[in-house]
């Protein structure tokens, strides 16, 4: 780990405990990419994973956290926020306003508006990305909505069985 790396996780701590969330950074080998490999490698269900997205729209950027047994629906973010145009930040933007790569984006992102989709609030803790690879973040739902002011409301669809 390098030291901005080193430097993002002793921050996301810091604000963490300051604000009195019931969390916990857990290192592992390797990076957790996707919801599935968090629910394979025994975090827990598919539906305690919670992948952050940042999309790209007229109103800036936002984080989107969802289930890992769930996918966006643009329309319905559309709907909810009053958007025209909402899609998927490039790897490029991503790293531009999270500092981290894709598959490692943190749950909790300060200058970013935070949306939680409501099939989240079904559960007590999430496991998800902290900025960093190698390390994943295990939080409670209510923690992490008041930590972020997310905002919270429906806006995936169950993944189709393939």
Same mark, same amino acid.
């Given at each position: !780990?390098?030291?901005?790396?080193? *430097?993002?996780?002793?921050?996301? $701590? &810091?604000?963490?405990?300051?604000? @009195?969330?019931?969390?916990?950074?857990?290192?592992? *080998?390797?990076?957790?990419?996707?919801?599935?490999?968090?629910?394979?490698?025994?975090?827990?269900?598919?539906?305690? !994973?919670?992948?952050?997205?940042?999309? @790209?729209?007229? !109103?800036? &950027?936002?984080?989107?956290?969802?289930?890992?047994?769930?996918?966006?629906? &643009? $329309?319905?973010?559309?709907?909810?926020? /009053?958007?025209?145009?909402?899609?998927?930040?490039?790897?490029?933007?991503? #790293?531009? %306003?999270?500092?981290?790569?894709?598959?490692?984006?943190?749950?909790?992102?300060?200058?970013?508006?935070?949306i939680v989709d409501s099939r989240?609030?079904?559960? *007590?803790?999430?496991?998800? /990305?902290? /900025?960093?690879?190698?390390?994943?973040? @295990?939080?409670?739902?209510?923690?992490?909505? @008041? %930590?972020?002011?997310?905002?919270?409301? *429906?806006?995936? #669809?169950? $993944?189709?069985?393939?």
């Amino acid at each position: !780990m390098n030291q901005s790396e080193q *430097d993002r996780l002793e921050q996301l $701590k &810091y604000s963490l405990e300051a604000a @009195r969330v019931d969390f916990k950074i857990l290192a592992h *080998d390797g990076t957790v990419k996707s919801a599935e490999e968090g629910a394979v490698r025994g975090f827990g269900d598919l539906k305690v !994973m919670a992948p952050t997205f940042i999309l @790209r729209s007229e !109103m800036g &950027y936002l984080a989107a956290i969802i289930s890992g047994e769930t996918r966006l629906s &643009y $329309k319905k973010i559309k709907k909810e926020l /009053g958007l025209k145009n909402v899609s998927l930040a490039t790897p490029e933007q991503v #790293e531009q %306003v999270t500092e981290a790569r894709i598959g490692t984006v943190a749950l909790v992102n300060p200058a970013l508006r935070t949306i939680v989709d409501s099939r989240l609030m079904k559960m *007590d803790i999430v496991y998800g /990305g902290c /900025g960093v690879p190698d390390h994943s973040l @295990r939080v409670k739902v209510d923690d992490l909505i @008041r %930590v972020t002011q997310a905002q919270v409301f *429906d806006f995936t #669809e169950l $993944k189709l069985a393939s």
